[in-house]
């Protein structure tokens, strides 16, 4: 089948599922192809008449749909799979949006040798600007990891990665644009500080980082060495530079990657 004939159901759509429908939606998918589920009536509602999409139950999502991409929170994926894990063909691909959740934990739940694709994207879908890591679980083929890159393709870029780092991708990329955005937070204040307008502090530190990460893709080169061109000796970076680094924000990111990754893990043993 073509990627597009392929009925995927958003079960628990969210943030990361209605992130994921919209993508799709923008990207050129039929919206008769889709499906999602919610808890709340409100929020099935919200989602049929957001995107036309037709909202059912989990069991009709199971019994209609190609592709079950599920985004529940990690602590009610266990109750959910207790629910439709038996409804569950194994010819079925089940994709995890669920942090921290190994494939395992999905295998265990659902019939043998159902194939299961571990995701991790990120809010940056929104704009179509995602970074989405893909792995494939024990019963995933080559197909199946082809089938979730076009799905999530149109939400920005993917990269495979084993499934052993999926927990160091969500403290990375996962969580990663909260981090861009409290710096840009701290440096909006700092303008403000200075003496600028928030508004023009704003604009300058956001396209700052614009022009910034359009460098670092497209360049090639290093970061050091793009810092380094920015560094003139005895300059006014050089002196900024030693004050992030006598403050230890070096070091600050090292621990809070590690404190994001732990976390991680942690919500996978509390799903157990």
């Known amino acids: ?3 597009g004939d392929h009925t995927v159901a958003v079960i628990g759509a969210g943030k990361i599922g209605e992130l994921m429908l919209s993508g799709l939606l923008r990207s050129g998918w039929p919206v008769g192809r889709l499906l999602a589920t919610a808890r709340r009536p409100i929020r099935a509602e919200e989602l049929a008449t957001r995107y036309g999409v037709r909202v059912v139950d989990n069991l009709t999502a199971v019994g209609e ?7 529940v929170k990690p602590q009610d994926a266990g109750a959910l799979l207790d629910e439709i894990g038996p409804k569950v063909p194994a010819d079925k691909l ?17 019939p043998e040798g159902t194939p299961v694709v571990r995701v991790m994207t990120n809010t940056p879908a929104l704009v179509d600007q995602a970074m989405s890591a893909i792995s494939a679980g024990a019963h995933a083929t080559g197909e199946h990891l082809a089938l979730a890159e076009e799905m999530f393709t149109p939400l920005g870029a993917t990269v495979r990665v084993p499934e052993s780092q999926q927990d160091a991708v969500t403290a990375l990329s996962g969580s990663g644009p909260a981090y861009f955005y409290l710096l840009v937070e701290a440096m909006v204040d700092a303008g403000i500080l200075l003496g600028l307008p928030r508004q023009v502090a704003h604009e300058l530190i956001v396209q700052t980082a614009i022009g ?16 380094e061109a920015v560094t003139s000796p005895a300059g006014t970076t050089i002196s900024a530079i030693r004050e992030l680094e006598n403050h230890g924000v070096r070091a600050a990111m090292l621990a809070a990657l590690e404190a994001a990754r732990d976390r991680a ?7 157990e």
Do not use: W
Not at 65 to 71: F, K, M, R, T, Y
Not at 94 to 110: D, K, M, Q, W
Not at 212 to 227: I, N, W
């Open 65 to 71: 749909a190609d592709v079950l991409a599920i985004s």
């Open 212 to 227: 910034s990460a359009v460098m670092l893709r497209d360049s090639g080169e290093h970061p050091v060495k793009l810092r």
């Open 94 to 110: 089940v994709i995890s949006l669920c942090a921290g959740l190994p494939t395992s934990f999905f295998n265990r739940r659902l």
């Open 265 to 271: 893990r942690e919500l996978a043993a509390q799903s």
């Open 1 to 3: 089948m073509a990627v």
